[in-house]
Each structure stands twice: as C-alpha cells, then as structure tokens.
C-alpha cells in the first residue's frame, strides 16, 4: 500500500452502509489516520491495497493477536469500496492474499448478518469455527477458519 490509497481507506469505511455490514462503527478523519498509523508501524501485519481497474478498490490486512487466550492466532480483515461491490473483487483479493501469507490456520471474525462477506469467506475456503457469539452490542459474531 501506498500513503495515498489511505484517503480511499477513509472514505470506504466512512461509508454508513459499509459500515451497518461489517458492525464495525466508522471512524473520523483523525482516528482513522493514527489507527492506520499504528498498524503500519508494526512489522508483523500485513496490509495490501486492492487494486481494481487501476483504480483502489480497497484493502486487505492481517495481523497477529497479540495476548489473551488467542494469543499468536493470525487474523485477517478486508474492506472494499461500494462502487466495486458485485464483480468479484473481494474473493479474487482474499485468494490472491492467501496465496502471499505462509500462515495457517488463518482466522476471520464476521458478522453473521453480513452474507456477502460470509459468502466471500466460503468462496475462499474457509470454514466456521464452534458457534456464532453475540456481543454486548448485540451483533452475532462468527469465527471462520482457513486450515
Ligand atoms: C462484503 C464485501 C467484502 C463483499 O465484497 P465484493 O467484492 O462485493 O464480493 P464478491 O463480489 O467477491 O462476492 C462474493 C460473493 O458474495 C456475494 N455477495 C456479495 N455481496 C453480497 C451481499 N450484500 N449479500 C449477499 N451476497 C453478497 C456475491 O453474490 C458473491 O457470491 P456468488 O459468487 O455466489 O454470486 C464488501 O461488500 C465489503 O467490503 N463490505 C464492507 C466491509 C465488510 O463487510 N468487510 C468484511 C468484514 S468481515
């Protein structure tokens, strides 16, 4: 990724559909840029930029939890832009990023609600782990898994 993908970034999660998909509230401007500050600090995530008719479509990212019961487990997350929503783009950049991370298993936290990000995830060959769980905040969140 490059410093300028990250005013795409912005603008994709300030989407409030985007958003009401993945459960994840939007951030402003500025905690947006010190949180993309703070990952891109870290050696250990992986983060890549989604690249779709030359324009950024989106991105993909990884990072290692770092304590807790969960601690060393690889995540992944994805975001893409609404006007490239439909064709294909997240599977064809979830698969392509795999290909890239050694790592395995490989986890994803979705939303059960969010169908197309689950059908992405089944596309890519992952699979669910244990029970769906619902938050504090009332979101039914579930574990995928990539062996
Ligand atoms: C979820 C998201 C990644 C899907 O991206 P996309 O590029 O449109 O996905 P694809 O085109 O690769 O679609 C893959 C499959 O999901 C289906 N799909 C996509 N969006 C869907 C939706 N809203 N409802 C139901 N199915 C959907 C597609 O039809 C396709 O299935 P098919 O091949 O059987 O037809 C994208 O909408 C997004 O980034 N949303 C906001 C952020 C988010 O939710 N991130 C994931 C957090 S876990």
């Not at 010190?34 to 930029?49: C, G, V």
């Not at 989604?50 to 324009?55: F, H, P, T």
């Not at 050694?102 to 089944?122: E, F, I, K, Q, T």
Request: glycine share 10%; aromatic share 8%.
């Amino acid at each position: 990724m490059r410093d300028d993908d990250l005013e795409a970034f912005l603008a994709h999660q300030q989407d409030p559909e985007a958003a009401r998909m993945a459960a994840m509230p939007s951030r402003d401007r500025d905690a947006f840029l010190a949180h993309w500050a703070r990952i891109r600090a870290d050696p250990s995530n992986i983060l890549r930029t989604v690249v779709a008719d030359g324009a950024v479509a989106g991105n993909v990212v990884s990072w290692k939890v770092v304590s807790g019961e969960q601690e060393g487990r690889r995540l992944v997350g994805y975001w893409i832009g609404r006007e490239h929503w439909g064709r294909g783009v997240a599977t064809a950049a979830l698969g392509r990023f795999l290909d890239l991370l050694p790592d395995r298993p490989v986890h994803v936290y979705v939303a059960v609600a969010n169908a197309g990000s689950v059908r992405v995830l089944r596309k890519c060959g992952f699979h669910p782990l244990g029970l769906p769980v619902t938050g504090a905040d009332g979101i039914e969140e579930a574990l995928y898994v990539l062996d």
